[in-house]
């Protein structure tokens, strides 16, 4: 693989994402657990523990941005495993063969994840609004939540190709990023982390989705919080760089 111009680089990043999306619509367990995963999940919490949680207001509204959340967390391991097979079965050979970008094969599985991302939260979206979900936002609200939520699939598609680059096998790569699956849900998504138990409530206030989640429920709700989403883009801006860094670094030592 050789330094290529820009243009070519981002036409080879164009082909991986072409590639690897092609590849996701052919696993039917990718796309359950980055599409489907998370609107189940989003159902059972609504209709059978719905009414178990004191939020105040309306289940649905409370829960549909923890359930986007959910929803980018879900197709994580999707990706990790999809960069470690790269990895462990001879195709980056191949694509040092074909001279092709380093950047490209990276950045091709950053936005195959954003895009699955996308759809994931669309189809979160969709029924949420079907059970009643409503947002009194305004256009210019809701396009900061897009923000929100581009920055987070942004940053946690990096670090999940990291993480997929460091594993030694795809096996291996599937559970790296149990971590980043598990995370929202001992946070604000399924109820107020004042809700918690002690040990848990403070982890839940000072892990990295809740800012994430509350800023988004307070765009969607038409009460942005600036504190929130700064300490949001923070956090995804840190996770960007340290994902960025770390995949470029093993993948140049393992390629």
Not at 61 to 89: E, F, K, N, Q, R
């Amino acid at each position: 693989m050789s330094t290529l111009s820009v243009s070519d680089s981002l036409f080879d990043a164009s082909v991986m994402l072409r590639r690897n999306f092609t590849h996701i619509t052919r696993s039917p367990v990718t796309i359950f657990n980055a599409a489907l995963m998370p609107v189940v999940m989003m159902l059972i919490f609504v209709y059978v523990f719905g009414d178990a949680f004191d939020v105040g207001d309306n289940y649905i509204d409370y829960a549909v941005p923890g359930m986007l959340m959910l929803a980018i967390s879900y197709g994580l391991s999707g990706t990790a495993v999809s960069v470690s097979s790269d990895m462990t079965t001879g195709v980056i050979n191949r694509f040092k063969v074909m001279d092709v970008s380093r950047g490209a094969v990276l950045t091709g599985h950053v936005a195959a994840s954003m895009v699955t991302n996308m759809v994931a939260v669309a189809s979160v979206l969709a029924v949420g609004f079907a059970l009643g979900f409503r947002s009194p936002a305004t256009a210019v609200q809701w396009l900061g939540a897009l923000g929100v939520l581009l920055a987070t699939a942004f940053a946690a598609a990096w670090l999940t190709v990291a993480l997929g680059i460091a594993a030694k096998t795809p096996e291996a790569a599937g559970m790296s990023v149990v971590p980043l699956i598990m995370l929202p849900f001992v946070s604000s998504a399924i109820v107020p982390a004042e809700k918690m138990g002690p040990g848990v409530r403070q982890f839940a206030e000072y892990q990295p989705f809740t800012p994430i989640i509350e800023s988004l429920r307070g765009f969607l709700a038409g009460d942005p919080s600036a504190g929130y989403t700064a300490a949001a883009l923070a956090w995804c801006a840190g996770f960007a760089i340290v994902g960025y860094l770390w995949s470029r670094a093993t993948f140049t030592k393992r390629a």
